[in-house]
């Protein structure tokens, strides 16, 4: 059960667009839509933000969006706010009966 | 509201037990699956165990399996978690979190987590 490949930081300035990469295998991320996506503030419980690959739950800001391709899905959060800066966390199940996280994106507001 | 609140963290010593428990209310809990997370600190999310809503399927994290055990009183509205063996490298916050009917990623909400701390 390896993690899930997410680069260990993005930053961007307010009002900008930046895109956060979630790289699995064909046994997780390229073979089920069960793609989801979590944002942490420090000391805080992560929030879902994403799930079924580009579903938005109710009251999530429509300036976050997701996509898959092939085995690597993809959060954008776009118009970028000061309140955004959070860890990011992409979740997948596995082939393996399991659930594996990637292993969190530092997202910095310049 | 859904609402989750874990309880039973502690310190204990490298080989001792522990149970971590989480009450949840705010939905109808035996139709869905529960999760733990946990998370070492400074670290990212590893996802521990889960639950069917049943409790009929359990699925683990290889880091855990064989020592820790999960299971559920939909009578009482609680999941578990009995850790055996523990070890160091076990210490992290332990979240409880909501899942869908399979045992699955989303996981929403999550509770405010309870702090393991293994340590001789």
């Known amino acids: 059960q390896s993690a899930l490949t997410q680069p260990a930081s993005v930053s961007g300035s307010p009002g900008q667009s930046i895109t956060i990469s979630c790289t699995g295998t064909?046994?997780?991320?390229?073979?089920?839509?069960?793609v989801s996506w979590y944002q942490q503030h420090p000391g805080k419980a992560p929030k879902l933000m994403i799930y079924?690959?580009?579903n938005r739950p109710s009251g999530v800001s429509n300036r976050f969006s997701a996509s898959k391709s092939d085995n690597t899905a993809s959060l954008t959060i776009s118009g970028l706010q000061a309140e955004d800066e959070a860890d990011y966390y992409c979740?997948?199940?596995?082939?393996?009966?399991?659930?594996?996280f990637g292993g969190g994106t530092k997202l910095t507001v310049l | 509201e859904v609402q989750l609140l874990e309880s039973g963290g502690g310190l204990v010593q490298p080989g001792e037990s522990l149970r971590l428990s989480c009450a949840a209310s705010?939905?109808?809990?035996?139709?869905?699956?529960m999760n733990w997370v946990r998370q070492a600190p400074g670290e990212g999310l590893e996802w521990v165990s889960g639950?069917?809503?049943?409790?009929?399927?359990?699925y683990y994290a290889d880091s855990v399996k064989g020592r820790f055990t999960i299971s559920r009183d939909n009578s009482k509205n609680t999941v578990s978690l009995q850790m055996n063996s523990l070890r160091v490298e076990d210490t992290a916050i332990y979240y409880c979190?909501?899942?869908?009917?399979?045992?699955?990623?989303?996981?929403?909400?999550w509770g405010q987590g309870t702090q393991v701390t293994v340590s001789s």
């Open positions: 639950i069917s809503g049943s409790g009929g399927t359990t």
């Open positions: 064909s046994s997780d991320v390229g073979g089920y839509n069960y």
């Open positions: 079924d690959v580009s």
């Open positions: 979740s997948s199940y596995v082939r393996s009966r399991a659930v594996v």
């Open positions: 705010g939905f109808t809990f035996s139709s869905y699956a």
């Open positions: 979190a909501k899942g869908v009917t399979m045992i699955v990623p989303p996981f929403d909400p």
